[in-house]
């Protein structure tokens, strides 16, 4: 049954795909993760066989992929996602600066590869010996999304690439989950240009996308060695209700193509001011779309498209580790 079924995360170190580092780690309210394991086989027809039929079918390149939806309580994936970050504090709370990762450096944990590397165990718990309990090792967040919208709770979407699963049917893994509430709409805000706050905001969507290239070569194995990493992509869709004076000011900023800087705050009030929160700075923004669309009733809205330069994020919290050590 669903309800026992758990999704966990583990710090690697060492060798990249080889070792994982410490317990598991719970990585937020999952509601879904789903793992693609795709064996790439090819359909092979030729001649001399008297057949229409497919000849053989030949193994390809393994490609391993995953799709987790969650609800955060912390911003551990976002840290993964960017790719550096730096724990200091301590008591609580602790900050976690997190800043993008140029391509020439090396990783702290694992050696080999630029973004730390983690593996994911997603398990469907039944009865002693029928445990279906897969680990994929070597993952690395391909893209992450926060979504947030009026009324609702904060939604997370980490696509990640890992290099190949083990599976298992005996014991779990030990998870304990997380005591702080998952954010929800009303801690959301953001400020954009940066200094103006966007009061009439309805929902909103910021994605980071490393566009991942797993690295197969011709190393005796169908798994890839590592992900390569590509250009990296940000974007952030709006959509708020329509007054003039804002309206009018974001007419202005995408007409003349101007770039400003924003910030998105998402901040737990129950927790005191600067104890639990998270700041994503954004630099170098353009707008790129504005649709207004007329409708015959409801609230006059409009949308924004925008595209940010660069990004980094400054975290508060109680947790005193996003690293492994």
């Known amino acids: 049954m669903n309800d026992n079924n758990y999704t966990g995360f583990r710090y690697e170190s060492g060798a990249y795909g080889t070792s994982g580092a410490g317990g598991l780690q719970w990585p937020g309210a999952v509601t879904d993760n789903e793992i ?3 064996e790439n086989f090819t359909q092979l027809r ?9 000849d053989k079918q030949v193994e390809g390149a ?3 992929t995953g799709t987790m939806n969650y609800h955060p309580q912390d911003w551990k994936m976002l840290a993964f996602a960017l790719g550096s970050n730096v724990d200091s504090g301590s008591p609580a709370p602790s900050l976690h600066a997190m800043r993008e990762i140029p391509s020439n450096e090396g990783n702290y944990a694992t050696s080999g590869i630029i973004f730390n590397s983690f593996q994911i165990e997603d398990a469907k718990i039944g009865s002693a010996g029928t ?5 994929v090792k070597g993952c690395m967040v391909d893209k992450f999304e926060i979504t947030a919208a009026q009324g609702d709770i904060v939604e997370a979407t980490v696509e990640y690439i890992g290099q190949l699963p083990t599976f298992t049917s005996g014991g779990e893994s030990s998870i304990t989950e997380a005591g702080s509430r998952p954010f929800i709409f009303s801690d959301l805000t953001l400020s954009l240009p940066q200094g103006t ?26 798994y890839i060695a590592y992900p390569n990493v590509g250009n990296r992509d940000y974007n952030l869709d709006l959509t708020l209700d329509m007054t003039y004076a804002e309206a009018l000011t974001m007419y202005g900023l995408y007409k003349s193509g101007t770039t400003m800087n924003g910030t998105i705050t998402i901040a737990d009030p129950g927790a005191g001011t600067g104890s639990r929160d998270c700041a994503i700075f954004m630099s170098g923004c353009k707008i790129l779309e ?4 007329g409708e015959a009733e409801g609230v006059q809205e409009y949308s924004l498209t925008v595209q940010p330069e660069s990004c980094s994020a400054d975290i508060t919290d109680g947790i005193l580790k996003y690293n492994a050590w």
Do not use: W
């Open 46 to 54: 030729y001649q001399g066989t008297g057949t229409r039929n497919v």
């Open 36 to 38: 693609a394991e795709n």
């Open 290 to 293: 504005m649709p207004i669309p």
């Open 131 to 135: 445990n279906f309990i897969r680990t």
């Open 197 to 222: 706050a966007q009061d009439t905001l309805k929902d909103i969507t910021f994605g980071l996308s490393n566009n991942l290239d797993p690295g197969h070569y011709l190393d005796g194995n169908r």
């Open 62 to 64: 393994i490609d391993i």
